[in-house]
């Protein structure tokens, strides 16, 4: 699962950030200060760290300079909003800079944006087994390597990134199949199915593409 780290002082902005990111399906430690970040990034790993500008203890593109920071992603989220602050914010070392206030449609479509552009990324979704080759449309796993169909190419990329996080079917239709309106359709199970006869080694008893009974679907590597 996509690990991500936020550093936001406001309390109730925090913690409703915080919320709808772990609805996203990822991944997500909160903290408030500087000082608390720089712990956190001392000892953890992540993909991509969200940071407000006015933090209690500094400003926060001093992460920016962390030892770590190459190995992640960094976005500003931030009330300095001006043309000015946000070039200052870039050139200090950000990947991407979104004013508040701003649109949580947005800001997932940025994350998913910036992951792919992380070092390293793009190219393996979920580890050595479960590698998705962007060129050729395949997936490495258990079976060997299978070839998969456009959708069925978006939707493993999309279930791998959110690995271990449950899905519902209602935004796979709109994130996925593109749907506007929600439509009565099995066109998630079909696929489903059509998928695990050639990724599972026993389709009849899945162990990585599940479905949860009236919650969605997940993907468990």
Excluded at 149 to 178: C, H, N, Q
Excluded at 199 to 214: A, F, M, N, S, W
Aim: hydrophobic share 35%; charged share 35%.
């Amino acid at each position: 699962m996509t690990k991500l780290l936020l550093v936001e002082d406001e309390i109730t902005l925090g913690d409703t950030i915080r919320l709808s990111l772990i609805k996203m399906g990822f991944e997500c430690d909160w903290v408030k200060t500087l000082k608390e970040a720089r712990e956190k990034l001392n000892h953890e790993s992540y993909d991509l760290m969200i940071l407000d500008r006015n933090l209690p203890d500094g400003e926060g593109t001093q992460l920016l300079k962390h030892p770590r920071r190459k190995r992640m992603m960094a976005l500003i989220l931030s009330s300095k909003s001006g043309v000015e602050e946000r070039v200052e914010g870039l050139r200090r070392g950000a990947d991407d800079y979104l004013p508040k206030p701003f649109s949580f449609k947005e800001l997932e479509a940025r994350i998913h944006a910036l992951i792919r552009r992380r070092p390293g990324g793009p190219e393996t979704h979920s580890g050595e087994l479960w590698k998705l080759r962007d060129e050729s449309m395949t997936i490495e796993c258990e079976t060997g390597e299978v070839a998969l169909t456009p959708l069925e190419f978006k939707f493993m990329k999309y279930m791998l990134e959110r690995k271990g996080a449950i899905v519902s079917k209602d935004r796979l239709l709109r994130d996925v199949w593109g749907f506007s309106f929600l439509p009565k359709t099995r066109t998630i199970d079909y696929l489903i199915t059509q998928l695990r006869k050639r990724i599972e080694l026993d389709p009849e008893h899945p162990k990585h593409l599940l479905t949860v009974r009236g919650a969605g679907v997940k993907f468990e590597p």
